[in-house]
């Protein structure tokens, strides 16, 4: 069976993700913040293995890469969790560098450290490295600073290390829009019921993660003719 690493599994995306990957067959390794939202997700995952912590730890991130080795290796990274940093979202001048300095930890440092770790066993293994970033990472909106340039940091991230690694398929994709707690956060008080539930998105990337496309920027949404 193939083994996954995906972060950020308890809620949103990364749930709806990790259903889909168990059911076509992955070994899961999955992580999430609140230890009681990421028990529940894992109890619809059988035979999953949830670690509670928080990707900008080193300790956690070894966690995850050593359960992942005992399952038989990496075969797919998928560098989901995040955080929107303050909300309701500042404006620059008025951003709180302390914030800052942790979106970019969890948004940029952590996932290219767990790319570090995972390396050996994906250059092996013919793996997979799938970093979701943002439209906010490329469009300039108004007090999306701190958020979108940390994504736009692992945008390029990703693009230089599909340069360096020829061996390794390295997707960094925007899965669109979506009604999930972060959205929310974002536009605090605000009606986002329009938004697409996050599972319109898991169709693109299951198509990235089982496909041959070549390594590259992607629109989850547009990957998938409706």
Known sequence: ??????????????????RSLADRGWSLVIDARDPAALGAAAADLPGAVAI????????????????AERLGGIDLLVNNASTLGASPLPRLDALPLDTYRRTLEVNVVAPL????????????????????????????????????SSKAALEQLSNVLAAEESGV???????????????????????????????????????????DRPSGRYSARALVTP
């Open 1 to 18: 069976m193939p083994v996954a690493i995906l972060t950020g599994a308890s809620k949103g995306l990364g749930r709806v993700l990790a």
């Open 52 to 67: 509670p912590g928080d990707v900008a730890d080193p300790g956690h991130r070894a966690e995850l890469i050593a359960a």
């Open 113 to 148: 450290a767990l790319v570090q770790a995972a390396l050996p066993s994906l250059r092996t293994r013919g793996g997979r490295i799938v970093n979701i970033t943002s439209d906010a990472g490329v469009e300039g909106y108004e007090a999306w600073g701190g958020y979108g």
């Open 169 to 211: 398929r390295v997707y960094w994709v925007d899965p669109g829009d979506m009604r999930t707690e972060m959205h929310q956060d974002a536009f605090p008080g605000e009606d986002i019921s329009d938004r697409p539930p996050p599972g319109d998105s898991v169709p693109g990337l299951l198509a990235l993660i089982g496909g």
